[in-house]
């Protein structure tokens, strides 16, 4: 049933369209062109994000970066199990879900580390990703305070995860 609702939709769109004397399949083709505008605009700060990520984890960059940050983490209150989830959410989603997956497989579905990890999947955005797409298709190249911003959200939020599964599981 919910199949269907995509298939509905786009022609709910064609009928509309011709019931409004709208030329439907070039304005789809305008819409294709500038979509492949957009993916040839954004792609350059995708390509850098993505080489980034792998080297940061090929170089073995987030165990020392996690190894340093671990005093301050612990003092805050941030489990060691989830610390780098902490440093690599705002960077690479797909990257933070196969963390996730790890830290469930280690410490299982149940445990309060994986549900902290899980919910600090969920309550955060891939900060930097974001901005690479929306700030490149859109040509910005100041972000101003957004950076800021959106890290400390997503700090804020990681944070109140663990604060939240640690005063309630004790």
């Known amino acids: 049933?919910?199949?269907?609702?995509?298939?509905?939709?786009?022609?709910?769109?064609?009928?509309?369209?011709?019931?409004?004397?709208?030329?439907?399949?070039?304005?789809?083709?305008?819409?294709?062109?500038?979509?492949?505008?957009?993916?040839?605009?954004?792609?350059?700060?995708?390509?850098?994000?993505?080489?980034?990520?792998?080297?940061?984890?090929?170089?073995?960059?987030?165990?020392?970066?996690?190894?340093?940050?671990?005093?301050?983490?612990?003092?805050?209150?941030?489990?060691?199990?989830?610390?780098?989830?902490?440093?690599?959410?705002?960077?690479?989603?797909?990257?933070?879900?196969a963390m996730l997956e790890q830290i469930i497989k280690e410490n299982g579905a149940d445990s309060i580390i994986s549900k902290i990890a899980a919910v600090m999947t969920g309550s955060t955005e891939t900060t930097f990703y974001c901005i690479a797409v929306y700030y490149g298709a859109t040509n910005i190249k100041n972000t101003g305070k957004t950076i800021p911003c959106a890290l400390i959200g997503d700090m804020v939020s990681m944070l109140t995860a663990c604060f939240l599964f640690s005063s309630f599981n004790n």
């Open 1 to 97: 049933m919910i199949s269907a609702f995509i298939p509905i939709i786009i022609f709910l769109i064609i009928i509309a369209g011709l019931y409004q004397k709208t030329p439907v399949f070039n304005c789809f083709m305008n819409g294709a062109k500038d979509g492949l505008k957009t993916i040839y605009e954004i792609s350059p700060s995708l390509i850098g994000l993505i080489t980034a990520i792998g080297m940061l984890k090929a170089s073995g960059g987030l165990e020392i970066l996690t190894h340093i940050l671990s005093p301050a983490a612990n003092f805050i209150g941030i489990p060691p199990e989830v610390s780098p989830l902490f440093i690599l959410k705002p960077i690479s989603g797909s990257g933070s879900l």
